[in-house]
């Protein structure tokens, strides 16, 4: 059980490149999110899925695109990088939204130049 | 809309001193109040959680109560460990907003020997 995993660690990126960041779970969960953290600021919502299928915004979408083909994966496209999207990106997964306890990756560290 | 503050930090503590990180919240609904830590190099995992007003939260020694009437999330540990350190954020979630995590900005603890 490898709960929740994230690709890659570590990145760096070029202004106007694109790539995915991939972030799997295999828990089973219905509610997946990205999270982007950033000094003084804890972590803003980017965008989350309650369902295969099913994407919605959070706090902080402009610049990101995420798909849920899968129960299992949820990855998150930067569809051209600017350097305000440096930040380390966490993936995580839950049951449920409420009370549920959300299980969050490892995270990725992305530098964009 | 709803939100989360918390003390700000760095906070340096001795080991064996009493901790407090001051943590409250606005919220049009009846929310569910957590804290999670993150350790260096690592995601965030969940410490403690309380779902309503004047339940109390607890693990690994540290302790937090809903407070309703203060609006406040408080976590507080009795003698804290050199282990402990590490960055705390409080976050709350509620189910007439979707549900979703928000976080504050987090508290960094340092613990020294």
């Known amino acids: 059980n490898a709960g929740v995993t994230q690709t890659p660690k570590f990145q760096v990126l070029k202004t106007g490149q694109s790539m995915t960041l991939q972030c799997a779970q295999d828990?089973?969960?219905?509610?997946m999110s990205w999270y982007r953290q950033d000094p003084g600021m804890g972590l803003r919502l980017i965008h989350y899925s309650v369902g295969a299928g099913i994407t919605d915004q959070g706090e902080v979408p402009n610049g990101y695109n995420v798909s849920r083909s899968t129960t299992e994966d949820f990855p998150l496209r930067l569809l051209s990088a600017a350097p305000s999207q440096t930040s380390v990106y966490f993936c995580?997964?839950?049951?449920?939204?409420?009370?549920?306890?959300?299980?969050f990756g490892p995270g990725t560290r992305l530098t964009v130049t | 809309g709803n939100s989360v503050t918390q003390m700000e930090g760095p906070v340096t503590l001795s080991e064996e001193a009493f901790l407090t990180i001051n943590c409250t919240y606005t919220?049009?609904?009846?929310?569910?109040l957590f804290w999670y830590v993150q350790y260096p190099g690592e995601g965030l995992q969940l410490l403690l959680k309380a779902t309503k007003a004047d339940d109390k939260g607890s693990n690994k020694g540290f302790e937090a109560t809903y407070r309703k009437e203060t609006t406040s999330f408080h976590l507080e540990k009795g003698s804290v460990q050199v282990s402990d350190s590490a960055v705390y954020f409080c976050a709350l979630s509620d189910r007439n907003q979707g549900g979703k995590l928000i976080f504050g900005q987090g508290t960094e603890l340092s613990v020294k020997p």
């Open positions: 919220a049009t609904g009846y929310p569910s």
């Open positions: 828990m089973n969960h219905e509610y």
């Open positions: 995580a997964s839950s049951r449920g939204v409420g009370n549920y306890e959300q299980y």
